[in-house]
């Protein structure tokens, strides 16, 4: 395949890539988040910790997961979405997907939800970990952590490591 990277051999197909960022003005010292979209009609392979302080979405045939995938913002802004097709989503051993609740002490934001939709043949492979973290709070009740949904057309699952 002369027209991919060095040491890919992956079905790249077709790719979409967009990216949001909320506010379109930032203050000194404020911060802004950005949400990453990949849609893709191959295998969307992720080989380095991917972390973002939005939400994460991955449309593909495939979802390979050979490192982990991290949002830091909490809540709808650290969604995990992962959406495959025949080929299923694979996380691999030692790896995770982990979200966590905003930085900002005692705002009881809920920490973001893992959402992993899988079509057709397509199986869920989770030998990896998902973490969700939920925040502590001093003045009010802590807060809670993301739900986690797999939903799938078939009935094969591959669960390992820890699911919290």
């Known amino acids: 395949m002369a027209s991919c990277a060095p040491g890919w051999s992956g079905a790249v197909g077709s790719y979409e890539i967009s990216a949001t960022v ?28 991917l972390t973002s302080t939005g939400a994460v979405t991955l449309d593909a045939a495939t979802i390979d997961l050979n490192a982990g995938i991290t ?37 009881a934001t809920i920490s973001g939800a ?11 492979n989770l030998v990896g970990n998902i973490v969700t973290t939920a ?4 003045a009010t009740a802590g807060s809670a952590g993301g739900a986690v949904t797999i939903d799938t057309d ?3 699952h591959t669960l390992y490591g820890n699911q919290m």
Not at 25 to 43: E, F, L, P, W
């Open 22 to 49: 909320a506010p379109r003005r930032a203050v000194q010292g404020g911060s802004v988040v950005v949400t990453v979209k990949v849609s893709g009609t191959g295998t969307t392979l992720v080989s380095g910790l």
């Open 135 to 138: 925040e502590a709070s001093n």
């Open 154 to 156: 078939t009935t094969v």
């Open 71 to 107: 949002t830091t913002s909490g809540g709808a802004a650290g969604l995990v979405t992962l959406n495959a097709g025949a080929g299923g989503v694979d996380l691999a051993t030692g790896q995770a997907i982990t979200t966590t609740a905003t930085a900002v002490a005692n705002d």
């Open 114 to 124: 893992v959402d992993i939709n899988v079509t057709g043949a397509g199986t869920v």
